[in-house]
């Protein structure tokens, strides 16, 4: 399970123990607010990765080339 899931389900428990405990549901709300930011945080933190094949990087050198070939705008 990543961060984000186990920060999710942590906010769900404390709403449901706002739920149960009427008495408490302000603090039980703010313990999920929380999690709720932890988990939004931890999405920001999501790595990317990307696996440069051989014809990518020859296409990426061929678009290169093109746009070096075009004429400069008239300023």
């Given at each position: 399970?990543?961060?984000?899931t ?7 428990a404390f ?7 009427p008495?408490?549901?302000d ?31 020859l ?17």
């Open positions: 399970m990543d961060r984000r186990a920060c999710l389900k942590q906010a769900d709403r449901e123990k706002a739920i149960a405990d008495a408490h549901h603090q039980w709300i703010d313990e999920a607010i929380k999690w709720l930011e932890l988990a939004m945080e931890a999405s920001r933190r999501v790595a990317v990765t990307i696996e440069a094949t051989e014809d990518w990087l296409q990426d050198a061929a678009a290169d080339a093109l746009l070096s070939q075009r004429p400069e705008p008239n300023a």
